[in-house]
């Protein structure tokens, strides 16, 4: 059987070990999405997109369902208090679960107009939401909703949560997907996935530096161009590299854009997380497979 790694540099060697083993989870998803480490709770959330579910699993419990229906949720990341926040392609809106149940939507209309489709979402250390919107709920009947857009360009947002003050931080996208700090906060990576609806299209990542003020970008760069399909969901580690879901499994690239080495997943990556208490689990989201493997590197808060 063919290995699953392919090694190109001796620091994946190192990040890898001795005698790495990616391990099965679940085949229990139609395409897995969204993947998110909850701390507090000690457990995953993963959006089961088509099945219109978002799964949550613990060592302890296995695979149950954390929320159905879910106006097919997409990406999932956890604020400072623990709270999952979501994006709701069929609901066109960001949502935050709270500890009794109920959702808070802390987005959902920019200028007036309803959003499209808020695809992925990154909360930095200030507290503020950063969240991507292409229009794949308009484009796509399996999991959209079919209503033409009300924004006139697919963007990349921030938001500030207690407020709901909502600016728009980049429109230069076919369609923004993926969305993660560097674990110094002073680089934003943005996924352009345009190549699912044509091949000439952008399937790239592109890094920002964030601004003094916190808030603004400047001084968009091509980070890394993905070979294998389009660049989803991804994450850094405390060294900056970059673990991108990609055609072929996980693409890892070190913070100057060298791919560094691959995990091979049988099926497309969607998203991807680093886990339990000390993050150095990298659990995988692959259509319709969850997997881990442990590895030598840390995921950033």
Known sequence: MPSPFVILSEEFQRIL???PTLELLSQDFIFAEGVCWVERGQFLVVSDFFNDRIMKWSEREGL??????????????VDAEGRVISCLTR???VIRFEPDGSQTVLADRYRGGRLTSPNDV??????????????YGWLVA???HRQPPEQDRNRVYRLVAGTGEITAVCE????PNGICFSPDESTLYVGDT??????????HVTAFDVNADGASLSNP??????????PDGFRCDTDGNLYVGAGDGVQVFTPTGELMGRILTPETVGNLSFGMSDRQTLFIGATKSLWRIRLNAMGAV
């Open 172 to 175: 230069d996208f076919d369609k």
């Open 194 to 203: 345009g190549m699912t609806h044509g091949a000439f299209r952008p399937h």
């Open 142 to 144: 399996e999991f959209g």
């Open 91 to 93: 609901g066109r809106a």
């Open 122 to 135: 990154v909360v930095k250390s200030d507290g503020t939401v950063w969240f991507t919107d292409p229009d």
């Open 17 to 19: 070990g001795h005698a």
């Open 64 to 77: 149950s369902v954390f929320r159905q229906p879910s106006q097919t949720a997409n990406g999932n990341t």
């Open 221 to 230: 760069r091509i980070f890394a161009d993905i070979d294998s399909w389009v």
